[in-house]
């Protein structure tokens, strides 16, 4: 009972939710706060660095205009960003420590990947890189990845009456809901998925994150 309570403790103290100033509390999980810079989990993703700049200038001069796109992952002592990589690149530009946000709370890995998948497809900019690599991010989350890559899964599940390779009906069923799933969540047809991930593949890995 001591360690249990002891765990909760330690859980409360790590929670990026902790460090927060709160301006409103809205439904559906979603938090307005004002989220200080280092307890957002900065990552390699690919970023227009001239867009960056341009938006330290602006936020220096008026201020942050655009909330940053949040999600509490559980269990992880910071947030990680599904919208605003580069506003968070810009007020770090224009020494600015806390940024404006919309939080979603309560979310699993698997759930930020959806939320930046949809999130990129608006992002002409960095539009291809991201949805590379964060589609095949969520693949890695799935029980087939370690067998089947996902541009054979992707083939298989657009061509009619098709099968696939080391998986029996019912189990390729369940790939062919994921896809379907996944696909009404990123607002993405399987097909176009395809394209991209096709097109990367004749691209030199290190150009991806590249713009």
Not at 12 to 38: C, H, K, W, Y
Not at 144 to 153: C, F, G, K, P, R
Not at 167 to 181: L, N, Q, S, T, V
Request: proline share 3%; charged share 25%.
């Amino acid at each position: 009972c001591i360690i249990l309570q002891l765990m909760e403790h330690l859980s409360f103290q790590n929670s990026p939710m902790d460090r927060i100033r709160v301006t409103n509390n809205r439904e559906g999980g979603l938090v307005e706060a004002f989220v200080p810079l280092d307890s957002i989990y900065r990552e390699d993703v690919a970023v227009d660095k001239a867009h960056v700049e341009g938006l330290a200038t602006s936020i220096a001069e008026h201020g942050q205009l655009l909330a940053i796109g949040l999600a509490e992952v559980v269990g992880q002592e910071r947030f990680r960003i599904f919208d605003g990589f580069h506003r968070v690149g810009a007020l770090d530009l224009a020494n600015i420590n806390e940024a404006y946000c919309t939080i979603k709370t309560g979310r699993t890995m698997e759930q930020l990947m959806d939320l930046r998948i949809e999130a990129a497809r608006t992002n002409k900019l960095v539009k291809f890189p991201r949805i590379v690599t964060w589609v095949n991010d969520a693949w890695q989350m799935t029980p087939w990845s370690e067998h089947t890559l996902l541009t054979t899964a992707l083939s298989a599940t657009i061509r009619p009456n098709a099968t696939l390779f080391g998986y029996a009906e019912e189990e390729f069923g369940m790939i062919k809901d994921w896809m379907k799933e996944k696909s009404d969540l990123w607002k993405i047809k399987p097909r176009e998925v395809l394209n991209y991930l096709l097109t990367a593949q004749k691209v030199d890995p290190s150009l991806i994150n590249l713009v």
